[in-house]
């Protein structure tokens, strides 16, 4: 996602707004992320921070060369100066420096124009003072004694300036007020960044863990985890998680909330699985048996693109007297296309304990529905670890289901094999909640 080093900057440091440093024994202490963050700063710890935090926002920015990198205003002023790129005048994403000589404090500019400056500075408070609590934003008059100059980084795009003297000069663009960047511009700059999330972000392309900022207003924000991104152009789903954890949830490409989870609970990742038909610690004592020669069927969500290499289920009581090459299981999708099945289970299943049955070939899944397909032929049927079994004529698994839709299903008698298609609108829906999940 394109955008620009200038507008990448901003948004940084417009995103800590609002950031305090810590307070103990009655008083603000200096102790921030700042200094622990940025690589050689984490001595200074404890001390004035605003120079700290420029050189955070600029490494968090990706432009950690373009700005000094220290505690110290004085020495930031002759780095500037040393390179032949101090004024003056302010410009959009320069280094404004206060007091004498530049040595006191500084900030960001985000916005000028004939007569003020607008920044961000740290380690300030709401008076604009060189001693503060936090990240503020600022309006300052260019005029004011304590306004010093500006560093002007070396942007890939160029540098927007008030100083007449650099109008006509390669890399300047000459502006006697500039605005700043717009909200949309520095939402798009924060997501390139990777401070609002990291990396780019577009349908059906990368996203790395990172943070989102839900702003309302330069000092109202909601943050949350991005834990990570998957699926395609026509199905991409992102993952969120508040800050403390909590209400873990994930969105599809149309911004619908699609599963909200506590996160204290126990989902399939949890136990190694990609997905279940339900928690399996939830399972009845009793579990189910199998009627020979019926496919059942149990759906499983998929919420995330995934290999499906192997399917399992758990057997309480071994079966006996299975009948070879007419014990299998099979994956199927919402339609009813068989895409998986795994070798003969009569000998698998003739014994007690958890099943984890390959497929013969894995089978590259896209985000959604699927039937996992159990089906047993012989004498006695092993019993599956499955839910509630209230009788075939009262399937509450399958409530507000209609058919072809069904969660918990099966296919008519007389079946010896797992056909390369089942039409699923025509399965009798089953009250036999079978667990079973893929892996």
């Known amino acids: 996602m394109a955008t620009t080093q200038v507008a990448q900057v901003i948004a940084v440091a417009r995103s800590q707004v609002t950031y305090k440093e810590g307070y103990t024994e009655g008083g603000w202490n200096n102790i921030v992320r700042y200094a622990l963050e940025v690589p050689g700063l984490s001595g200074y710890q404890g001390q004035s921070w605003c120079m700290t935090f420029t050189s955070w926002v ?5 432009v950690a060369s373009l700005y000094p990198r220290g505690v110290d205003c004085s020495a930031g002023v002759a780095w500037f100066q040393a390179a032949s790129r101090f004024s003056f005048y302010p410009a959009l994403g320069s280094q404004v420096f206060y007091g004498s000589g530049g040595s006191e404090h500084t900030g960001i500019v985000y916005a000028y124009d004939a007569t003020y400056i607008w920044t961000i500075e740290a380690n300030t408070n709401t008076n604009g003072s060189t001693e503060g609590d936090g990240v503020y ?3 300052r008059k260019r005029s004011d004694t304590i306004v010093y100059g500006y560093g002007l980084p070396a942007f890939a795009e160029g540098v927007i300036t008030a100083d007449p003297a650099l109008a006509g000069v390669g890399g300047y663009t000459y502006a006697a007020a500039n605005s700043g960047p717009g909200a949309g511009t520095l939402l798009r700059a924060a997501l390139a960044a990777g ?3 990291a990396d780019a972000v577009s349908v059906g392309g990368p996203l790395t863990a990172g943070g989102v900022a839900v702003q309302q207003d330069s000092l109202t924000r909601i943050g949350l985890d991005v834990t990570g991104y998957s699926g395609s152009a026509t199905a991409p789903i992102v993952r969120f998680r508040d800050a403390d954890g909590g209400n873990v949830f994930q969105i599809d490409g149309a911004g619908r909330i699609i599963s909200s989870v506590n996160p204290n609970e126990w989902r399939p990742a ?6 279940w038909t339900m928690n399996p610690a939830s399972c009845t004592p009793s579990g189910s ?9 149990t759906k499983i969500i998929l919420r995330n693109a995934a290999t499906i290499s192997n399917l399992c289920a758990v057997v309480g009581t071994a079966g006996s007297g299975l009948t070879a090459n007419q014990c299998l299981a099979g994956l199927y999708t919402s339609t009813g296309t068989r895409v998986g099945v795994t070798a003969d289970m009569s000998t698998t299943w003739n014994a007690a304990g958890d099943k984890n049955m390959p497929l013969t070939s894995a089978y590259a899944a896209a985000a959604g529905g699927y039937y996992i397909a159990l089906l047993f032929n012989g004498t006695t049927s092993p019993v599956f670890a499955a839910g509630s079994s209230l009788g075939a004529s009262f399937t509450p698994g399958n409530a507000h289901l209609s058919a072809g839709s069904y969660r918990f299903c099966r296919s008519g008698s007389g079946q010896t094999s797992l056909p390369a298609s089942f039409t699923m609108s025509g399965a009798t829906p089953d009250a036999n909640n079978i667990w079973t999940a893929a892996a």
């Open 195 to 197: 401070n609002v999330a």
């Open 270 to 275: 949890d136990q190694g699985l990609l997905a």
């Open 58 to 62: 600029a490494m968090r920015a990706g």
């Open 289 to 297: 048996s199998l009627s020979a020669g019926f496919i059942y069927f």
């Open 137 to 139: 934003l600022r309006k």
